[in-house]
């Protein structure tokens, strides 16, 4: 009861400060299509539904210039990450600091809104939104349904990833270029290992930024302290009913007060960043979405943790494990059952999907591939971190340009 009250009185003092933070910065409270739009950029919306129920917003990004209907260029399609949605592709580099953010001289330096970037490039890009986002629903379930919940990064594999790729596929008779990030990496190696004909005959290649496969070498504490206990924390959240963590937090981390406190959260989170500065660029991420973070999938990188990165299809714990599957572990998602180009990038300073792990899963693969820690350029000494990973103007001959190296080999695939 006390904790509901305390929550409620933080979530009206946060929309309050955010109501005044609007004005100061657009984009951290206009809709993703009125972004699009203000960049001069024309968008179209397409839902799909997969076979259990779930109804996706996918969005779809056309050059300066383009209508929607002559796009012409390859499909690329770009997973987002766990706790983020496509508006995270979208947001701008403006360091529009408001009256109640601080002045400090590391500012939020993005500019290269990726979706953009890209666009310009000639590619059509689409941006797909998984399960539990703020642009997802359900045709009989609703967020306040347990089972709304129940589902796994296994199941955004196995259902998301194949309705929005048959999709896109079909709407563009093409194959597709998928690119996803550290949950959308998860997302997409489930979909090609566990169906890897779909795969090779849909896709063209996965490029994977902070691949969360193999998570076991992880530098976040709050995740190794966890991960030791992830039965606990499952039971536990069962037992107070918790679904989704609220992530509207985030948006508390532009005020001076917090701020000390969010910096060093986040730097311990997710790797101190050279390049970014998360405090300002955390609010626009998910803006007035508060994007919901799955309670299911948090702990199924905990129990991946716990299991030394293996990469399974973790919806229960042991016990209901032994259940359904007559053993104790979930069975495998198999890596060498991928037969598309795999090309790996990791931040070297990223602490949640270390590069340690991600090599681990680049020498479980044995299809053509690739891997690269960035930055991976002479002249290049910032650290890229787990969010900046492809996101940075001051970084873009480091970090954009060895992807764009490596897209360049998929154009004639
Ligand atoms: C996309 O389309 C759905 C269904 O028509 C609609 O509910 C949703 O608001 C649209 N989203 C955006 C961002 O335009
Ligand atoms: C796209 O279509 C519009 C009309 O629908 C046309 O004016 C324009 O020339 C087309 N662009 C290309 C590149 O084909
Ligand atoms: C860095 O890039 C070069 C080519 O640009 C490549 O040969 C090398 O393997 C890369 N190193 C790493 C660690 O990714």
Redesign the pocket.
């Known amino acids: 009861m006390f904790v509901k009250i305390s929550i409620t009185i933080l979530c009206v003092v946060i929309f309050f400060f955010q109501e005044l933070q609007c004005s100061n910065d657009p984009d951290i409270c206009d809709s993703f299509e009125s972004i699009v739009k203000r960049y001069g950029y024309q968008m179209e919306n397409i839902t799909v539904q997969t076979d259990d129920g779930y109804i996706l917003q996918n969005f779809r990004i056309s050059r300066v210039g383009t209508n929607m209907q002559n796009i012409t260029g390859p499909p690329l399609v770009i997973w987002h990450a766990f706790d983020r949605n496509a508006r995270c592709f979208v947001v701008n580099e403006k360091d529009s600091l408001g009256i109640l953010t601080t002045t400090s001289a590391l500012h939020f330096s993005c500019s290269y809104f990726v979706a953009f970037y890209y666009a310009d490039a000639g590619y059509d890009v689409w941006l797909p939104n998984v399960r539990g986002t703020v642009f997802s629903s359900h045709i009989s379930l609703t967020p306040n349904d347990a089972e709304y919940w129940d589902f796994s990064y296994g199941k955004i594999g196995k259902n998301d990833v194949k309705a929005v790729v048959e999709m896109i596929v079909e709407k563009t008779g093409q194959k597709l270029i998928t690119m996803g990030h550290s949950l959308g990496t998860s997302a997409l190696f489930v979909y090609a290992s566990a169906y890897p004909e779909d795969a090779s005959k849909n896709l063209k290649g996965i490029i994977a930024h902070a691949p969360a496969i193999n998570l076991y070498h992880t530098k976040t504490i709050y995740l190794s302290i966890l991960s030791n206990i992830p039965d606990l924390v499952r039971t536990n959240f069962g037992l107070f009913k918790i679904n989704y963590i609220d992530s509207s937090l985030e948006t508390a981390c532009q005020y001076k007060l917090v701020e000390p406190f969010c910096e060093l959260l986040i730097n311990s989170l997710f790797g101190k960043s050279d390049n970014i500065n998360l405090k300002y660029s955390l609010p626009k991420f998910t803006g007035r979405g508060n994007e919901p973070i799955s309670s299911q999938v948090f702990i199924n990188y905990l129990q991946m943790i716990q299991q030394k990165g293996y990469f399974a299809d973790y919806s229960y714990g042991p016990l209901k494990n032994l259940q359904v599957y007559g053993k104790i572990n979930p069975p495998a998602f198999n890596l060498k059952n991928i037969n598309i180009r795999v090309d790996i990038f990791c931040g070297i300073n990223d602490y949640v999907c270390s590069c340690e792990d991600a090599k681990t899963t680049f020498n479980m693969l044995e299809t053509e591939k690739s ?3 960035l930055p ?2 002479s002249g290049c000494h910032g650290k890229v971190a787990h969010l900046d990973l492809f996101m940075c103007s001051n970084m873009k001959h480091c970090v954009f340009d ?1 992807i764009d ?1 490596i897209l360049a080999n998929y154009i004639n695939l």
Do not use: V
């Open positions: 891997y690269t820690i991976n350029n060895p190296n």
